[in-house]
């Protein structure tokens, strides 16, 4: 004889629609508790790295504490440690926030059908409005911060790498007619300085007006290496093709 558990139709029902309801209730991500009353962009680790950027901004690198910086993010101390384990993780996210897009540019342009003047002004376009729309100053960052050690070199040794791009641009274009003949590695690495230090000066609030101070800056660089009798005019409307 099978025993009755003392529970009718009608609490059985009850029993299921309890469970069904308990399966719909979202369950809070483990790690991710917020302070009260501070907004939530839905991006946690771009919450940290801005809020760590305007306190080294303020404060310096070694003057921001890991306890400010979650407060300034709108999370526990305990919280942040759960999308980076020190600070100087956040660092280096800066920092590669702004390298990897920028090597990224370079290997999709090296793929393509264009000008050495094309791709040139392309990338050169393109570093100065990813840098201004980042929501800190990287070349402050690399200027004042007491980064020396192993992990910080492997990023300016993949800096580097931007350079020996720009440097081929330079030396094949020249082959090919396309630009003058110049220094390589001066000219590459005053063109670098041009784009990474635009953010020290460009309006970078205003998302307009930073795509134009992007194409003044690239139509700049790339004019003033063109050979006699190539157009500027031609260039950028093969970029734009």
């Given amino acids: 004889m ?3 558990n003392g529970i009718g139709p009608i609490g059985k029902a009850a029993q299921v629609t309890k469970q069904k309801d308990a399966r719909k209730k979202p369950s809070r991500t483990v790690g991710r508790p917020r302070s009260a009353d501070m907004p939530v ?44 384990p020190s600070k100087e993780e956040i660092v280096y996210a800066m920092i590669e926030g702004v390298l990897a897009p920028a ?19 392309l990338y050169l376009r393109f570093d100065v409005e990813m ?43 020249h082959a090919k007619g396309e630009f ?12 670098l300085a041009a784009t990474e230090y635009s953010v020290t000066w460009a309006e970078r609030a205003d998302i307009s007006r930073r795509k134009r101070n992007a194409e003044e800056v690239a139509a700049l660089l790339v004019r003033g290496v063109l050979a006699p009798g190539v157009s500027l005019d031609k260039v950028r409307a093969e970029a734009s093709a």
């Fill in 2 to 4: 099978i025993k009755s």
């Fill in 103 to 121: 090597l990224g540019m370079q290997k999709e342009l090296a793929r393509k059908p264009l000008s050495e003047a094309a791709k040139l002004y």
């Fill in 41 to 84: 962009s839905g991006d946690p680790r771009a919450d940290i790295i801005a809020a760590a950027a305007r306190l080294f901004r303020a404060k310096g690198i070694a003057g921001a504490s890991v306890r400010e910086i979650a407060e300034e993010a709108g999370l526990r101390k305990a919280s942040l440690y759960y999308y980076f």
């Fill in 180 to 191: 003058v003949a110049c220094d390589a590695v001066a000219v590459a690495k005053a063109m």
């Fill in 131 to 173: 840098l201004c729309s980042a929501p800190y100053d990287c070349t402050w960052l690399l200027a004042h911060g007491d980064l020396s050690d192993e992990r910080m070199a492997a990023h300016w040794k993949e800096r580097e790498k931007l350079l020996v791009w720009l440097r081929a641009r330079l030396r094949e274009g």
